[in-house]
């Protein structure tokens, strides 16, 4: 089993959705709203100053659909080169 973290502007919602429908991903954990900046964005604040801000999906999976979920990432980061969007992937150990 694999853990996949996926950090998204929330511009990118619906996209992200559909990634999910895309890759029969049922189940997740969201965090809707996240604040933070990555190297090479402003600062994600949900502030008057610094509107945007991030959400957050945790996703366990198997090792298979890892694959299948990494390349829509690609997609649709290739697509919104501006919103950003990133996947991190690690070993699930355990799962209770």
């Avoid at 895309?22 to 604040?45: A, N, W």
């Avoid at 366990?60 to 690609?74: N, T």
């Amino acid at each position: 089993m694999k853990m996949v973290f996926i950090v998204y502007n929330s511009a990118l919602e619906g996209e992200v959705e559909e990634c999910l429908t895309r890759c029969k991903v049922e189940s997740y954990t969201k965090f809707p709203i996240l604040h933070g900046k990555g190297q090479l964005s402003d600062p994600h604040m949900g502030t008057h100053i610094w509107p945007a801000t991030n959400a957050a999906l945790l996703i366990a999976c198997e090792d298979e659909k890892v694959k299948q979920i990494l390349e829509e990432v690609k997609k649709i980061k290739k697509t919104f080169k501006k919103e950003g969007i990133k996947a991190f992937v690690t070993a699930l150990e355990w799962m209770v």
